[in-house]
Structure formats: structure tokens, C-alpha cells
């Protein structure tokens, strides 16, 4: 939709920056085809405009961690000296709503963005959060969770996304901060390369990711390196899958309606443009199901019993869940009634808390120490000497 006022019209962005997303209003002359700023997010909060009025009053929506989501109006005022990309008059914002926040004990829960590298030089990021009352210097169980996105080039891959302005809400395993846990929340996870080829190296890649992120919570002191967790949900659940497949660096793990046999969608997946007949050994590699004997660290399976994704089917976890049981692995298939791909029930979405809080206490938080490892290099087993 266009929103023309003369020879002007407004262009609404989300505003991605070094520093994270910081939403932005300007309005571009199409006679000169400049455009001015009229508004942009500061760096404290996430706000951002959602409609405009004839007089030039920008509607916004502004949320910062600690306050909840409110709307403001914002008349706009005089032209300012402004640095680049900063809007180019004042505005000051008038409360219209004044929700307040639902959850205030939830506010003691703490996060910051993290940004390291991968050992490739990769810049990534996430975002940790600690429970509340975390005392700093104290090691705790922690829940990565993440989704692998595909890249042709590392400068694009290591681009900040989101923002660090939001209302901290919980949701499924977020809820496990309310248990002691740390999450590393939105790890970057790339894979990188010609998209005609990228997922030839897609447990490498995975597995590096994977390396980083554990070992940059475990430098900063707040994760307990043998007491960590991994989840994601469809495409990061297969990620889930094979980093405990392939990798040392987790004690257990939950997927969510993900697919694990790739041979079962044979005409692509994510941006692999080959078919299975045309890259068959590809299609193995990325599938948990031809390695579940390797599969030997505990996996709940979690998955919608009506998934009509054609990738995601509810056979993809049932079969995954029998083949690791029958090599002897340690498995657990719960299959939510009615649910679609996402969860939408309150019933369902209660259950998968109850069954993941189950889960990592038995074999993450009270787990018991694990002998000592050979290597905890977190390449895929297929390399491990």
C-alpha cells in the first residue's frame, strides 16, 4: 500500500542497524525523488509508526524491556541538526494508551546481545537471557535455540537482526527461565555458500555454529559448558537432530515438528535446488534418520498430529522416533492432537513446556557429571578420528 499526500509519498521500514532494528518514517518527494526522515527509533527502545495522520501526527507503537507496548502520538515540530540517518525534526510522544505490565516479576529476567565469531570468521550473534535473581559469575544449565538460514555470502550472514528494545514476553522453551535456565536465544546459525551447492557442507557448517555459540556462553561465565541444551522448531528441528547426532556439546535436546528424512521430500528443501536423484549423498548427509544409530543423547520429539506442511509431516516424527529407538537410543514422541505446523492451543502449548521442563531436568540440570571427553570439537562425528 502507498500513502501519497501531494507530490509525497512515506516509506515505513524496520530500520536494521549495527545495533539492531530501529524502525523509521520518511517521506520521499516524487519530484526529486529525496527523502527526508521524519522519524526514526532511538537506540532505548523499539517504536515504531503505524499510521499518520493528515495534520503530520505519527501514530507509533513503543515497547522497551521493561515497559510494556503502549501507543504514543507524535506531532511533529521544528527541523533539527540531526547526525545521519537520525530524523530531521522533533517530536515528542504523548501516551494514549497505558497498558500496564502484566507480568512485573518477569522484568527481573536479564538480556544482552552477544556478538563473537565463528572459527571461519564469521561474525554472529544471540541473544542470552538469565533468570531471575541470576548473580553474575555463576554457571548455570543453559537452552540454545536457533534457526539455521541459508546465506550465499558471510557479510550477509553476519547482519544484526531483530531487536534488543523488545518487551520480554515468555513462550514455550523460554518458560524454562523460570526454572534456573539460561537461554542463548536466536543464535546465529548460517550456512553459507552457492546456493546451488550450500548444503554440501551443511553438518560442518551446522556443527561450527553449534561450537561458537556454546563456547562464547561458556567465556562470558554463565553457562555450564557440560550442562547445556539445544532445541528449534521445523528446520531447527532437524538442526536439533543432528547436532546431537554429529556433536558433544549438548546433554539433551527437544525438536518440534521438524523433518528428518529429506528423501521424503525429494524435489528440494530450503533453498537446495537439487533434487535427491541429482545429489543423493547430499539428502543422507542432512538427514538425522540415516544416523540415528549414532544418536545416542537423549531427544524429545515433539510434532502437530495434523502438520499439513508438505515437508514436515507427522510420519517425519514418528519415524525418526523409531529408528532411534530401535538402535537403542534414548527417545521421546509426543504428538499434540488438532495442532497445525505451530501450536496454537493453550492445552498444547502447556504440554510441550511440561514435557521439555521434564526433560532437561532429567538430563541436563540434574544430570550427572559426564567422563571426561576425549575431544569436544564439535565437528561431525563422520570426522572424529
Known sequence: ????????????????????NRPFLDRLSLKTLQ????????????????????????????????E??????????????????????ASTPVAVTHIADPTPELRQIKKRLVKYKRADGVELSFTLYTPPGYQEGTRIPAILNAYPLDYADAASAGQISGSQQTFTRLYQYKYLLLAGYAIIDQASFPVIGDPKAAYDSYQEQLAADAKAAVDTAVQLGVVDPDRVAVTGHSHGALMTANLLAHTDLFRAGAATSGSYNKTLTPFGFQSERRSVWEAPEVYRQVSTFFY???????????????????????????????????NGGTARLVMLPHEPHWYAARESNEQLVYEMLNWFDKYVKNAPPRAAKTAQSGQPAAQQP
Open 1 to 20: 500500500m502507498i500513502r501519497q499526500d501531494g507530490d509525497f509519498i512515506y516509506l515505513n521500514g524496520a530500520g536494521a542497524s549495527p545495533q539492531g
Open 35 to 66: 527523502s527526508e526522515r521524519l522519524f526514526r527509533s532511538d537506540k532505548s527502545a523499539l517504536e515504531r509508526a503505524i499510521s499518520l495522520t493528515d495534520g503530520g501526527t505519527i501514530l507509533t507503537w513503543r515497547q522497551t524491556p521493561t
Open 68 to 89: 510494556a507496548p503502549n501507543a504514543f502520538l507524535r506531532k511533529l515540530g521544528a527541523p533539527v541538526n540531526a547526525d545521519k540517518g537520525e530524523a530531521v525534526y
Open 292 to 326: 540415528a544409530d549414532k544418536l545416542k543423547t537423549p531427544i524429545l520429539i515433539v510434532h502437530g498430529a495434523d502438520d499439513a506442511n508438505p515437508g514436515t509431516t507427522p510420519l517425519q516424527a514418528s519415524k525418526l522416533y523409531e529408528a532411534i529407538r530401535g
